[in-house]
Nanobody, 114 residues
């Protein structure tokens, strides 16, 4: 059984920063891509950022320059450093871990509001 757990969400003012963390544990081997998706209110889930096992990254255009995705392979963890947050970044953020299949966390709420 595999567990994927996110942490670090919350309420932040526009222009502020948050760091999300995600840990994968259990019977999981040979993790490939790790990353983040988000689902804004009333909208579909969308890609935020992913990072390959070798460190290569891909970002949505809407977050480039403001968000950094990184991982710790030894700990099976992935991180999302979010800076210069905007109200449109408000969403539930989901961690995604790809091994033999896709594994998802339960989601963590990020709210950007004054």
């Amino acid at each position: 059984q595999v567990q994927v757990v996110e942490s670090g969400g919350g309420l932040v003012q526009p222009g502020g920063s948050l760091r999300l963390s995600c840990a994968a544990s259990g019977s999981i081997y040979s993790i490939g891509v790790m990353g983040w998706f988000r689902q804004p209110p009333g909208k579909q889930r969308e890609l935020v950022a992913v990072v390959g096992s070798g460190g290569s990254t891909q970002y949505a255009d809407s977050v480039k320059g403001r968000i950094t995705n990184s991982r710790d392979n030894a700990k099976n963890m992935v991180f999302l450093q979010m800076n210069s947050l905007k109200p449109e970044d408000t969403a539930v953020y989901y961690c995604n871990v790809v091994s033999n299949k896709h594994y998802w966390g339960q989601g963590t709420q990020v709210t950007v509001s004054s």
